[in-house]
């Protein structure tokens, strides 16, 4: 499978949005999933999942996405000016889960596959994607497993992919007008194709399928901790950076839509309550201080 296979990839995603609803549907344990069809004007379409209100997922979403056209957006060409005047499909599974309880992480991830085609040349193609984990309380357990997953992902190609993958999210998933992560990381990966089509392949599909084995097992354990106003308070001030990222410095969000995509599919990553206070900032010494003194730094969090 060295040539390029669009149908291939487009299967494995329809299969992933699959399991990964499966999985979430266990963790939360009484609600499920709706799916909302949509056709793209432009060409191409989708099917978004959607749970609200469950016993532990207060709003999660796993989109499926495929989308074609003529012209790529302003958001692809700008760092890619030998993409202009080429046709375009891109296609992937994108994921938000926001829990009711503050102690259960907000988790988010993405895989996706990128192809512009021209008559008479080679098509431009690449993977993209990742996960990353949003505590609002730290858990030093849940880093190490979660980060060990991210690992073992990784492992099988090439020992230095998982510090390169790990250091790209870091840098990534971070709000700039702030200084500061939007969580404790994970992977993040874009324009991978030097493995070539097959090999790349096979890495974008390792960690999609890493995610509901090293998330879900998180939710199982804090889904029942004990929590009140106080910690509710904060992960709702805290969502606010969520959403600050999302809409400001998120490419998926940009490309979605520039590129003519489904507002409300794209914008189901928000969470259903959010607060923002002026110039809020947490007390010394407490649970919601140490969010900041000691998690929102990028950590080696396999030897920590």
Same mark, same amino acid.
């Given at each position: 499978?060295? +040539?390029?296979?669009?149908? %291939? ?11 990964? &609803? +499966? ?7 009484t +609600? ?16 978004t ?5 469950? %016993?532990v997922?207060?709003?999660g ?10 012209k ?5 060409? %700008? ?8 046709? #375009? ?13 503050p ?9 996706? #596959?990128?192809v512009?085609? $021209? ?20 858990n $030093?357990?849940? &880093?190490?497993?979660?980060?060990? +997953?991210?690992?073992?992902? &990784?492992?099988p ?6 510090a ?5 999210c ?5 709000? $700039? ?26 890495? !974008? ?35 606010g ?22 507002t409300?599919?794209?914008? !189901?990553s ?5 607060r923002?206070?002026?110039?809020w900032?947490p ?21 920590a």
């Amino acid at each position: 499978m060295s +040539a390029v296979d669009i149908p %291939a990839v487009k299967e494995y995603l329809l299969d992933l949005q699959n399991r990964i &609803c +499966a999985a979430l549907e266990v963790a939360d344990g009484t +609600a499920s999933f709706r799916e909302d069809s949509w056709d793209r004007e432009g060409g191409g379409g989708g099917r978004t999942r959607v749970m609200e209100s469950g %016993a532990v997922i207060e709003k999660g979403g796993v989109n499926f996405s495929h989308v074609f056209g003529d012209k790529l957006p302003g958001s692809a060409t %700008a760092h890619r000016p030998e993409l202009a005047g080429r046709t #375009f499909q891109a296609m992937g599974v994108s994921l938000v889960i926001h829990p009711h309880n503050p102690y259960v992480p907000t988790s988010h991830a993405n895989v996706r #596959f990128f192809v512009a085609e $021209k008559e008479g040349e080679e098509p431009v193609w690449w993977f993209g994607g990742g996960f990353d984990l949003t505590p609002y309380y730290g858990n $030093k357990e849940d &880093c190490r497993a979660w980060h060990q +997953a991210a690992k073992d992902a &990784c492992d099988p190609f090439g020992d230095d992919v998982y510090a390169r993958y790990k250091k790209w999210c870091d840098e990534y998933f971070h709000l $700039k007008h702030r200084d500061e992560p939007r969580g404790v990381g994970g992977l993040f990966f874009d324009d991978l194709n030097e493995l070539g089509f097959e090999q790349s392949f096979a890495l !974008m599909q390792s960690i999609g399928d890493a995610f509901a084995p090293a998330y879900c097992p998180i939710v199982e354990q804090r889904k029942d901790t004990p929590y009140g106003e106080r910690q509710r308070d904060f992960q709702l001030h805290r969502r606010g950076r969520y959403v600050e990222f999302n809409l400001v410095f998120d490419r998926g969000t940009l490309f979605g839509l520039q590129s003519g995509g489904r507002t409300e599919s794209i914008l !189901m990553s928000l969470p259903p309550e959010v607060r923002w206070g002026y110039d809020w900032k947490p007390e010394p010494g407490t649970e919601e201080s140490e969010l900041y003194d000691v998690y929102l730094k990028p950590t080696e969090w396999l030897e920590a």
